[in-house]
């Protein structure tokens, strides 16, 4: 069993990204030199979060709390939506190395290298790891009009469907595009995959019954769960999550291989120079551990604990053979 897939047109050519981006190579040449003390200018924080969205709220207001760590140099959030992040990816790479171009990556991240046969860069190794922003479990999502109750229920009825179903994620190659896939084929039926650039949109439509189930992490599940417009059947990871103690791990309802949870970080390009890297870190990790942003993660059902950048490497490099595992497994790939 497997599923059908509405490609999305966001997947760009390595030529077509640089006629979209290369000025922001010509704007960063053209600042300091890096002899300069960092910071001492403006950096721009690279985000494959649509504006307005969850991830895009919380890292606007993070910035806030940053800022006076690093001189209060002004910080700006660039959203670059679409392509599984690849957009987002290569503006920073486009930028000199020098620790005014970040990028927010997500758990899709490890995903891409494996999954896209044409990726014009090297996830793993053109970039470096700064430090760890947060991270929630990955929920399976129905509408609240679906009668199922269970994981199970909800397999049967599926299966019952015959080919009817559909699914939303965020985009060809990101997290609920690879989970969504993988339940299709451990629970076998076939569906329609739905490619959105943003979580909202997606959401939308599974409220409005157009989308049969999606795969998303809780972070962004939290507003429409509150008001009781979904139902979440298990969640990703080894354990319950705090915030949904009642939802069952799709591992013990017998489901296995459901272990990654989504997360974000913080990377820079490769050859950022390691005393900017490491302040970096410690100037995070000093604001994501007060009481303020411990308070704050937890009202978005987010969690987060300290990791220096060799630790969130190793992280990485287990999801993206986890990921990679799946892709050849199953047999699905983009260009």
Request: charged share 25%; proline share 9%.
């Given at each position: 069993m497997g599923n059908h897939c509405v490609t999305d047109d966001t997947n760009l050519t390595r030529r077509r990204f640089l006629a979209l981006a290369g000025g922001t190579m010509a704007m960063a040449i053209a600042g300091p030199a890096l002899g300069d003390k960092w910071p001492s200018r403006p950096i721009r924080f690279v985000t494959a979060s649509g504006a307005g969205d969850p991830v895009d709220l919380q890292l606007?207001?993070?910035?806030?709390?940053?800022?006076?760590?690093?001189?209060?140099?002004?910080?700006?959030?660039?959203?670059?939506v679409g392509a599984a992040g690849q957009i987002a990816a290569q503006s920073v790479l486009l930028a000199p190395p020098e620790g005014y171009d970040l990028l927010l990556a997500s758990a899709s991240f490890t995903i891409t290298q494996s999954y896209f046969r044409k990726l014009p860069y090297r996830p793993m190794v053109?970039?470096?790891?700064?430090?760890?922003?947060?991270?929630?479990?990955?929920?399976?999502?129905?509408?609240?009009?679906?009668?199922?109750?269970?994981?199970?229920e909800w397999a049967a009825w599926a299966r019952r469907q015959g080919g009817a179903l559909n699914y939303a994620s965020l985009g060809n190659g990101t997290v609920p595009h690879l989970y969504g896939f993988q339940l299709t084929n451990d629970v076998g039926f076939d569906a329609t995959h739905i490619p959105y650039k943003g979580a909202g949109a997606g959401l939308m439509d599974l409220l409005r019954g157009q989308i049969s189930f999606m795969m998303l992490d809780i972070v962004n599940l939290r507003p429409v769960l509150a008001k009781q417009q979904v139902r979440i059947l298990a969640v990703t990871g080894n354990e319950r999550s705090a915030y949904l103690p009642d939802v069952p791990t799709f591992k013990e309802q017998g489901f296995t291989g459901y272990d990654r949870t989504g997360w974000t970080a913080l990377m820079a390009r490769h050859g950022t120079p390691r005393?900017?890297?490491?302040?970096?870190?410690?100037?995070?990790?000093?604001?994501?551990?007060?009481?303020?942003?411990?308070?704050?993660?937890?009202?978005?059902?987010?969690?987060?604990?300290?990791?220096?950048?060799?630790?969130?490497?190793r992280q990485m490099q287990g999801d993206a053979a986890a990921w990679g595992e799946l892709v050849r497994r199953v047999g699905v790939y983009g260009d």
């Open positions: 606007r207001e993070y910035l806030k709390a940053l800022s006076p760590a690093l001189g209060n140099v002004p910080m700006i959030v660039d959203n670059k053109d970039f470096t790891p700064v430090a760890m922003t947060g991270a929630a479990p990955v929920g399976l999502a129905i509408p609240a009009s679906n009668p199922s109750r269970t994981l199970r005393d900017v890297v490491q302040r970096l870190n410690q100037s995070m990790d000093r604001t994501s551990a007060t009481d303020e942003w411990r308070r704050k993660r937890a009202e978005v059902w987010s969690s987060w604990q300290p990791m220096a950048p060799d630790e969130i490497a």
